[in-house]
Structures are given as C-alpha cells and as structure tokens.
C-alpha cells in the first residue's frame, strides 16, 4: 500500500532539484536588486508529506514587514517569465517549472503569527512546527492524506470544504498514526476540540476545532463543513469494519453515457433543469460561494411558488479555453394545479380577516370556512418550472458576477434535453449526482 502513496527516490530528487533551482534564482534576484527577501519551501514539499503523482511546489518569497509586497511579486514574476497571476488575499504566480506546478507567493517575514497581515504569513509558521514534529509519522500522514482523498474529502478549497493537508497532519500529531486517527474520528461528535498546545483564546461554533498551534485564536478545520467531517467519519467506521484498498484508490463512476442519462432521468420520474453559462474568470474559492449562494435563492424561488426541490447542485467545468457553470435543479414534479389554496386567519378575528379577504378580491373559489379560517382559491402565477425560472431568473440576488454573465446568455436544459450537453466534466458530475453513494455502514 505505502509504495503507491509515498513518492519514489527519483521523484523526490526531481522535486529538490526543482525547488532548490527555484530558491537559488529567487535569491540571486534578491540580492541583484538589494531586496531583503528569504525564499522559503513551505507546504508538504518541505516536511517529505506529499503524497506520489502530487508534484507541487509551494514557494513563499518572505520580505520584512516594512517592504512592499508588490516588489516580492515583481521579484516572482521574473523568475517564472511564463506565468498565470492568480488572486487570493493578494496576487501570487502561479507556473510550471520544471513540470511542476508551482505557487510563488509573497508575505511577510514576522516574529510570530499573531501578528500575521494576511492569512498566507501564518504558512511559514505551519512549516516550522511541523517539521519539528512530525519526523518518523510521514508514511501514517501519507495514509490518511490519502484514505481522505479516496472518500471525497480531502481539500480546503471552498469547491470542497473538506481537510486541509496541514489539518491531517494536525490530527496524525495529536492520535499518532493514522489507524488512531480513524479510530477517534469514527466516534466524533459536533463540537470536537483538538488543542495540541492547550491554548485556544477564544471559542469557536465550528462542529471540529482543531486550535491552530500557533494561533491560539484560529480554527485549522474551518473551512470543513460539518458533512464533509462526518462524511470522513462514517467511511473511518466503515474502514476500521471492513478495511480494503478500495477506500484510498476507489472505482469512482465513469461519465455518464446519452442512454443511462435519459434512462435514469426517465425512471427517477422526477423533473430536472440545468442551468448552464459561461463562468466568469475567476478562482475556484471565489466562484463556488456564488454558486452556493445562488442555488440557494433559485431554490427559495422554487419554493416560493410551491415546488418541492429534491435534491440540487452546482459545478464548473473546463472546456478548452472557457469554463461553464452548471446549477442542476431536481424538482419533485415540474408542473403543479392551475389552482392553489390559501389559508386565512380565523373568522372571529376580523380585522386581519379584512386584510385577508382584500388582498384576495377575485378568487377562483371562496372565500369559504375550514376549521374555523377563511379559505380562498386562486390562480398560480406559474404551474411550470421551467416557465418560472425562465421568467424569474434575472430578478433573482445571483451575485454579480454570476449575474452578468447569465445576462450576456444562457441556456436552460429540461429532462432528458439534459443529454444535449456532452463534455466530460459535466457527464462526471451528473454520474455522481446520480449515484451520490458515500460509505456509511
């Protein structure tokens, strides 16, 4: 098992020799522009934690807190000529040298991490204690680093909000290998606390807090959410039950064929829409909360008129030199009565009676008595779906990003049209909609 996760002699000289030429060039820059600048490998590169196939570098060009960071970005920019600037709290590079990928990434250089000015200062802080820590339990990280990507649940991205590798190798310090690992996380509750240097500072909501060992005030497991943690923990259960190699390499499903698509649409009997647009440019962790955030209000626009929604999702997916968003909304049925019932207030209260029966002046049926309260009868504004997402879609909060880019066009797909749309990203993700299957036992 181990030989498959722990990278080979040849790629771990390959990565030091990539890194190393990196670091050399940063340097010599430095020092040709008098800048004050510590080059750093941070992340599982630096502590022999990266899993075999994962070839990237994270690299961080540390300047005094005095210095400007866009004179860190300069510096970064040169030494990958070739590069794709990305934004998280501030710009970085991002390239491929050496056929690794590779994150160039300004911060400061402080004296702790309280005093960090964005969230990328604490990293070298993380660097540091782990790799005085975690000598001799790199193969049980590598275990649980991968278990976790085999259930569906490694990665902090907020596509994902799943395990953070620098949380696993938290959990692998505080249990001690990865079976113990399991073994606590199959028996978790809401609320866990795991506080490796017992000197948390303030309270937390989340359902895991992992107190970051060197901010007492930061949750290393906040950006996992609680049914990505419990999702971890059922498979733990199920693992420690029946352990097989299939948790850490699993058969996932293979994009969805034209026949199984329609067939499957067809027998759940349920309605589906997807809508389908053009996403905007930008970074994973900023386009996916709008997404979120967007099914919810099309969801409440559903239920707003009186359709059930069953179940929904979201997803990008890369197609050549553009991304399209997909929303996939499954409805319990797609279209509803002409008519539908509205419940008043009891008779006897008559001035909310009044206002009842006044906003109501033309009902199909009624006013009439039931148990008590006035019952009117009156026609639906939308009996289909996809006429009210039609229809209703731009009036919605969609962010405004995503806004923009619904108004310069889209597409809306129903049922078995759904089948029209043949990239393999979104045939992936409607196999895994579809069979949405997770281990729990």
């Given at each position: ?217 930061r949750n290393v497991a906040a950006a996992l959410s609680v049914d ?101 909304f499954e409805l319990d049925v797609g279209e509803l009565p002409a ?69 310069k066009g889209h597409n809306i797909y129903v049922g078995s049209e ?24």
């Open positions: 098992m181990l030989h498959r996760v722990r990278p080979t002699p040849e790629e771990r000289s390959k990565l030091a020799e990539a890194a190393n030429e990196v670091l050399s060039n940063i340097e010599k820059l430095a020092r040709s522009r008098g800048l004050a600048c510590q080059p750093m490998l941070v992340g599982s590169a630096s502590r022999s934690t990266w899993l075999a196939g994962d070839h990237d570098l994270d690299i961080f060009l540390a300047i005094p807190e005095e210095a400007d960071l866009s004179e860190a970005l300069a510096l970064a920019r040169e030494v990958a000529p070739v590069h794709e600037e990305k934004y998280a709290e501030h710009a970085y590079v991002h390239a491929k040298i050496n056929g690794f990928e590779a994150d160039l990434v300004p911060c400061y250089l402080l004296e702790n991490a309280t005093r960090i000015r964005s969230a990328v200062d604490r990293t070298p802080f993380h660097t540091q204690y782990v790799f005085g820590r975690i000598k001799g339990l790199e193969d049980e990280v590598l275990l649980l680093k991968q278990f976790m990507k085999g259930v569906g649940v490694y990665g902090s991205e907020l596509k994902l909000c799943g395990f953070s590798g620098y949380l696993a190798e938290l959990l692998v310090l505080r249990y001690g290998s990865f079976l113990t690992v399991l073994e606590s996380a199959s028996s978790w509750r809401p609320g866990e606390i795991i506080d490796l240097e017992a000197h948390a500072t303030i309270s937390h909501e989340d359902p895991l807090v992992v107190v970051d060992p060197v901010d007492p005030s990505r943690m419990f999702q971890f923990a059922a498979a733990a259960r199920c693992f420690l039950c029946n352990p097989s190699i299939e948790f850490f390499f699993p058969q996932g499903p293979d994009p969805i064929s034209d026949h199984d698509l329609s067939k499957q649409i067809r027998e759940r009997g349920s309605t589906f829409l997807l809508l389908d647009f053009e996403a905007p440019l930008m970074v994973e962790d900023v386009i996916f909360p709008q997404l979120r955030k967007a099914e919810e209000s099309i969801h409440a626009l559903f239920q707003r008129h009186g359709f059930s929604v069953l179940r929904s999702d979201v997803d990008c997916h890369v197609i050549g030199e553009t991304s399209r968003a997909r929303m996939l008519i539908i019932k509205r419940q008043g207030p009891p008779v006897w209260e008559t001035e909310h009676l009044t206002r009842f029966l006044s906003s109501h002046p033309e009902p199909s049926s009624g006013p009439y008595i039931a148990k008590g309260r006035a019952i009117v009868e009156v026609q639906r504004k939308y009996t289909s779906g996809i006429d009210l997402l039609e229809k209703e879609l731009l009036t919605l909060s969609l962010g405004k990003h995503l806004t923009m880019q619904v108004q759904l089948a029209q749309v043949k990239d393999k990203g979104f045939r992936s993700f409607m196999a895994r909609y579809l069979a949405a299957k997770l281990w729990m036992c």
